[in-house]
């Protein structure tokens, strides 16, 4: 079974950034769309991003130009720069993708806490 490892998460002040990682146990390469969803607390959980195998990306409007997601398919790695970020960003982060071979996966969560 292939499996999704968050990490980056933490504390930060309004205005900092931070960079989530995703690792994956496999290859990531079969995987057309790999996304960024997270779940503030008492939300519902929600799509922050998506990034295609081809490098198409696409960003909920209350992230757009301020994150930024990226994936490295030869290190089977996808990243979430975020950068200017607001209170409201907190949430747990969750990094996700469908595989071919072993259906919907998701990470573990890592907590993000804008806070001063």
């Known amino acids: 079974q292939m499996q999704l490892v968050e990490s980056g998460g933490g504390l930060v002040q309004p205005g900092g950034s931070l960079r989530l990682s995703c690792a994956a146990s496999?290859?990531?390469?079969?995987?057309?769309?790999m996304n960024w969803y997270r779940q503030p607390p008492g939300k519902q959980r929600e799509k922050v991003a998506i990034i295609t195998t081809g490098g198409i990306t696409n960003y909920a409007d209350s992230v757009k130009g301020r994150f930024t997601i990226s994936r490295d398919n030869a290190k089977n790695t996808v990243s979430l720069q975020m950068n200017s970020l607001k209170p409201e960003d907190t949430a747990v982060y969750y990094c996700?993708?469908?595989?071919?071979?072993?259906?919907?996966?998701w990470g573990q969560g890592t907590q993000v806490t804008v806070s001063s």
């Open positions: 996700q993708g469908t595989s071919p071979q072993y259906g919907e996966l």
């Open positions: 496999g290859s990531i390469f079969s995987i057309y769309a």
